[in-house]
Structure formats: structure tokens, C-alpha cells
């Protein structure tokens, strides 16, 4: 499969590449040239699949082959080594839990399909890469397991001090082996300005293999198409057959994905894109003007994303069907009380602790479905993240029933190690070169 750059439909470029580069020169972003419809026989026959055999099919179909069929399975199988369960709680309501993986958040399954990707296209012999990636909390966690022990690589996380949850800073500064940790005295924005800079600087560029490991890499885009595919699967063999999905959404990679799954024949009903205040695209499917803005923080703060960059592979999705995408796509958007008031509402109804960004997903779905005639449809949303990622958002009856995961109790008896920096780019860039 070749990718072409949202700013330059004229551009090719193999798979190989479009991972390592992670974004095109002209600041656009890679996607598929040619995006397959899979094949009948396969869609209607989806319950008789396991997660990995959907992995296979779907990425087999999109990737061709870039990787030969052997070693696409050893990936994957490697890779998707958790479970994405469709958990019903009422009729018509289903959680699809994507927190199964090591981090508990579902940028598992992005970051541990590139990481091995990566792995698997550096040729024995060549340089080391080194990982660069600036987190306010899950994706950090996600890319550090996603990559903890794979050969040749290595990677730099920076994280604010303070400014992650103690499980998150557990998650990054526990790992040891080829990851390191970097507490920044500052924000996740100067996190990120530090990170940006390292990429343009010549000399750690003449140095060092850098690679950044953002979400906007196509190789994390991919995976997550897999368990939508297998949602419907699990729905499937309950004898549904629409479906509707509720995704919360802040850079809209998770959702860019559940489009993309749609596009290659995943029979979708409606899709909803539930966000926070930060509202750009709810207010752009309401008003058809897109206008970002400044983030503002939030109590679901993995979604605090003012400029969502994934929407761009979104219009392109729709590029012949302008039509299509406001129709297909409907959004809300919803403050720290709503979602506080959502969470509480999910705990009475189903005995059942949503972390804050699912739960603005499942107040979305409800929403929906009362303004909706949807009496057959299934409403399936996402949940993101284990609620124990976010102790700090419940009040304490919530938290106490909260089951915290074996590997969570795990951390907190390993060894903790962080290196303590300002902000300034000097005083990274010496890390860098002293630390090599
Ligand atoms: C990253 C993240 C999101 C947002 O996903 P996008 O793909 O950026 O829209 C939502 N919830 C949690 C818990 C996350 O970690």
C-alpha cells in the first residue's frame, strides 16, 4: 500500500516510510491511497473470528504486501495479546472496554502494533532508534510498554511534574530497560515545544535516529480500526446487527479510526463524537465552521485538545461525499459537571465505574438514543481508559469500588527512577548527548 499526504494527494510513499517519518514534510499526514472494501463473505461472517484473526484480515487488507503474511501474524499476534469485551449493561447499551492492555488505555493497541512495526523494519546492523515523546499521561504509558524491551530501540518520555496521575507516573517511571523517564519542571505543552525542538536540532539529529511516537503516526491509526471490527463481531454473535458507536474523542485518532473501519465496509449506523469542552468539532458539525481553539483543562484531560490534528484524515475520508460526514457523525460536548453528574448516573445505574472520558461517551449514547428512535440498534461506547488511571476524579464511595488491576498493585513495589529538568532546551539537549 502506498500513502499519500493529506497536503499532496500527488505524494507516495511506502509503509516502511510513512511509519518512520510519522508525518510528511509538508505537515500533513500519510493515509492510504487506496482505502479496500473487504470482502462480503468476511463481514457477514465476522462472529466466527477471533481478535487477531479481524487484526490479520483487516490489516492485511489496508498494509498489502508491505509485510509479508508470516511476519503480519507474529505482529500482531505479538501486539493484540489482550481482549476488547463488549459489555452489555442494559438493553441496548454496551461498554467496549479497551483498557485490557498493559497501560490500561486503549492507545495500547497503537502503540504496541508501531513499536513492533518499527522493530520489524529496522534492518540488524542499523542505528538504534530513539523514541521521543511528550505525554500528559496515557500515551506515555502506553509507548513505554509498547516498546519495553524491543530491540534497537529506545525511549525518552517527557511528562510534567505534578501534573500526572500517581498510576501514570508509576506507569513511566518504572520500566527501566530502554525507557527512561524525564520529569519536566513545567507543562505538557513545554514537554511537547521540548520534544519539537530536539526534532529540528542538527546535532541530535546527526547524533541519534529520532522518531517520534505521536498519535498521529499511521501505524497507531491501524490497529485501532481491529476492535471495531470486533465489537460488531461480539454483537454479531448476540443476533445484532446495526450498530452505533459513542467514541470520546480529543485528538479523534480513536474515532478517525471507527471511520476508517467504516469506510472499509464495517456496517456503522451513526457515529458520535462525545468530547469535553473542548468542543471544535461538535461546534463544526453544528455550525459547519471549523474554528480550533486554545485548549482548556478539564477533568477528562487526555481529551483536552483544542486543534484536534486527526480531523484532517477525517474530511479526507469524506473528500467525495462532503454529505456524508455530517450525517454520519453527530457530536456533543460536555463540561466537568455534566461529566461528573454522568460518571455518578453510570455508578447508580449499573453498579459500574466509567473513568471521566468514557463516561462522557456513555452520556452522549443516552442522549442519542432519547432524542433517536434506536429501539434496534445496539449503542456500544467506548471506554478509554480503567477507571484507577483517574483516582483524584471520584468522590470517595466511587473510588472504593474501583478493582484495582494485579499489575497496577505490581508497580508500586518496583523501583521508581526519573531525571528532574527545567524547561529550557539546553539543559535537554545536554541530557541527550551526555546520556547517549
Ligand atoms: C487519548 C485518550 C482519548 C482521546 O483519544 P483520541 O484518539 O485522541 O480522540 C480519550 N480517552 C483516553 C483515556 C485517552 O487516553
Redesign the pocket.
Known amino acids: 500500500m502506498k500513502f499519500y499526504s493529506t497536503n499532496n494527494k500527488d505524494l507516495r510513499v511506502g509503509f516502511k516510510e510513512a511509519v518512520f517519518n510519522s508525518m510528511p514534510q509538508d505537515k500533513g499526514l500519510y493515509m492510504p491511497v487506496e482505502i479496500p472494501r473487504l470482502d462480503d463473505k468476511f463481514l457477514n461472517n465476522l462472529d466466527q473470528y477471533t481478535l487477531p484473526e479481524i487484526a490479520y484480515h483487516v490489516a492485511q487488507n489496508l498494509l498489502g504486501d508491505d509485510i509479508p503474511a508470516d511476519d503480519l501474524k507474529t505482529i500482531i499476534h505479538d501486539a493484540i495479546n489482550f481482549y476488547a469485551p463488549a459489555v452489555k449493561l442494559e438493553e441496548n447499551i454496551y461498554v467496549l472496554e479497551l483498557f485490557h492492555g498493559p497501560s490500561l488505555?486503549?492507545?495500547d493497541f497503537g502503540a504496541r502494533f508501531m513499536s513492533r512495526v518499527m522493530s520489524y523494519f529496522l534492518k540488524e546492523g542499523e542505528k538504534q532508534l530513539d523514541v521521543l515523546v511528550a505525554t500528559s499521561?496515557?500515551?506515555g504509558g502506553a509507548v513505554a510498554l509498547g516498546f519495553l524491551g524491543v530491540p534497537n530501540t529506545r525511549v525518552t518520555i517527557l511528562y510534567p511534574k505534578g501534573k500526572v496521575s500517581q498510576i501514570q507516573e508509576q506507569q513511566l517511571t518504572t520500566n527501566g530497560q530502554n525507557i527512561r523517564a524525564l520529569e519536566i519542571d513545567g507543562t505538557f505543552d513545554d514537554c511537547q515545544a521540548l520534544v519539537k525542538q530536539a526534532f529540528t536540532d542538527n546535532e541530535l539529529n546527526q547524533k541519534f535516529r529520532l522518531t517520534s511516537a505521536n498519535?498521529i503516526n499511521i501505524a497507531r491509526l491501524i490497529p485501532?480500526t481491529f476492535y471495531y471490527f470486533n465489537a460488531y463481531a461480539q454483537l454479531l454473535r448476540q443476533g445484532i446487527n446495526k450498530v452505533i458507536f459513542a467514541?470520546?474523542?480529543?485528538?479523534?485518532?480513536?474515532?478517525?479510526a471507527g471511520l476508517l473501519a467504516w469506510k472499509m465496509g464495517l456496517p456503522v449506523e451513526q457515529f458520535i463524537a462525545a468530547t469535553n469542552a473542548n468542543d471544535t468539532v461538535p461546534a463544526f458539525l453544528k455550525t459547519g465552521v471549523y474554528e480550533p481553539k486554545p485548549s482548556v483543562a478539564t477533568l477528562?484531560n487526555?481529551?483536552d485538545?483544542g486543534n484536534?490534528s486527526?480531523w484532517v484524515r477525517i474530511a479526507n475520508l469524506f473528500d467525495e461525499q462532503p454529505g456524508a460526514l455530517t450525517k454520519l457523525i453527530v457530536g456533543y460536548t460536555y463540561n466537568d459537571e455534566e461529566t461528573l453528574q454522568a460518571i455518578d448516573a453510570i455508578d447508580k445505574a449499573y453498579s459500574y465505574v466509567a473513568?471521566p472520558?468514557?463516561a462522557i461517551a456513555w452520556k452522549a449514547l443516552k442522549e442519542y438514543q432519547q432524542a433517536n428512535h434506536t429501539e434496534d440498534v445496539a449503542g456500544v461506547f467506548l471506554s478509554?481508559?480503567h477507571p484507577c488511571?483517574f483516582p483524584d476524579v471520584f468522590t470517595p464511595e466511587i473510588a472504593d469500588k474501583i478493582d484495582i488491576p494485579a499489575q497496577v498493585k505490581a508497580l508500586e513495589k518496583k523501583e521508581h527512577h526519573a531525571t528532574s529538568l527545567g524547561t529550557g532546551f539546553e539543559e535537554f539537549k545536554g541530557y541527550l548527548l551526555n546520556n547517549a
Open positions: 488505555a486503549f492507545k499521561g496515557d500515551t498519535s485501532q467514541v470520546p474523542s480529543g485528538n479523534f485518532g480513536n474515532i478517525g477528562s487526555a481529551m485538545v484536534p486527526n473513568c472520558h468514557t478509554t481508559a488511571k
